[in-house]
């Protein structure tokens, strides 16, 4: 079983809509609780970060952890052309090693 | 502030030949990561750094992988002999504190291709 499962899309919507991207994973030690944004041909870029259970908001984007289903989800508001990219989870915990376990990514479009 | 560098951007060799990877973090993050993704898989951790020691190095798929810090500076990622299935993209990242789910700051990766 990989550590972490996420769904690779790829997810197409119009402009303005709301967008869910989420994950699951495997080990209730995790702690903390990553998005990544990465453009084509660049690496991943931080978007959120959240530390156990909870939500955690910047902007039109929200981030939502859920230990006791383990199950993460990032949620972009009002999206835009420029969201267009591909969204990364990333989990990891003081008990698993300082590592690092990250999802396959979603691949997102905005349409105008 | 100039983020994470790393050279070269694209690298195509032949098998059995030698590559080194460099990576520049983040000036005064002493924490030092190196990530792969193989095509259609996830990125997957090779190695951590803390300053010029190897903090964990528990990903790195065989001993013909060498990850060096010398000074706690740069880094480098060397393999020898290079192999088909080491094609993929080489990402480091860096960190300031030591603590895993630290904001690590990622490069823009050097995509590998082996022939």
């Known amino acids: 079983q990989k550590e972490v499962e996420q769904d690779p899309g790829p997810l197409s919507v119009p402009e303005g809509a709301i967008v869910s991207l989420n994950c699951t994973y495997s080990n209730s030690a995790f702690q903390y609780f990553m998005w990544y944004r990465q453009y084509s041909r660049k690496g991943p870029e931080l978007l959120m970060y959240t530390y156990s259970s909870g939500n955690k908001e910047d902007g039109r984007f929200t981030a939502q952890v859920d230990k006791s289903s383990k199950y993460i989800s990032l949620f972009i508001r009002d999206s835009q052309p420029s969201d267009s990219a591909t969204y990364l989870c990333?989990?990891?915990?003081?008990?698993?090693?300082?590592?690092?376990?990250f999802g396959t990514g979603t691949s997102l479009t905005v349409i105008p | 502030e100039a983020g994470v560098t790393q050279f070269p951007s694209h690298s195509v060799i032949e098998k059995g030949q030698t590559v080194t990877l460099r990576c520049d973090p983040i000036?005064?993050?002493?924490?030092l990561y190196w990530y792969r993704r193989v095509m259609g898989k996830e990125i997957k951790f090779l190695l951590h750094f803390v300053k010029e020691s190897k903090q964990d190095e528990s990903g790195m798929p065989n001993n013909r992988f060498l990850a060096e810090r010398t000074g706690g500076t740069y880094s480098t990622l060397k393999v020898q002999p290079a192999e088909l299935e080491d094609s993929g993209v080489y990402f480091c990242?860096?960190?300031?504190?030591?603590?895993?789910?630290?904001?690590?700051?990622f490069g823009p990766g050097t995509r590998l291709t082996v022939l």
């Open positions: 000036s005064g993050h002493d924490n």
């Open positions: 990333a989990i990891g915990g003081h008990n698993t090693g300082n590592q690092f376990y």
């Open positions: 990242a860096s960190s300031q504190a030591g603590l895993a789910g630290n904001e690590q700051f």
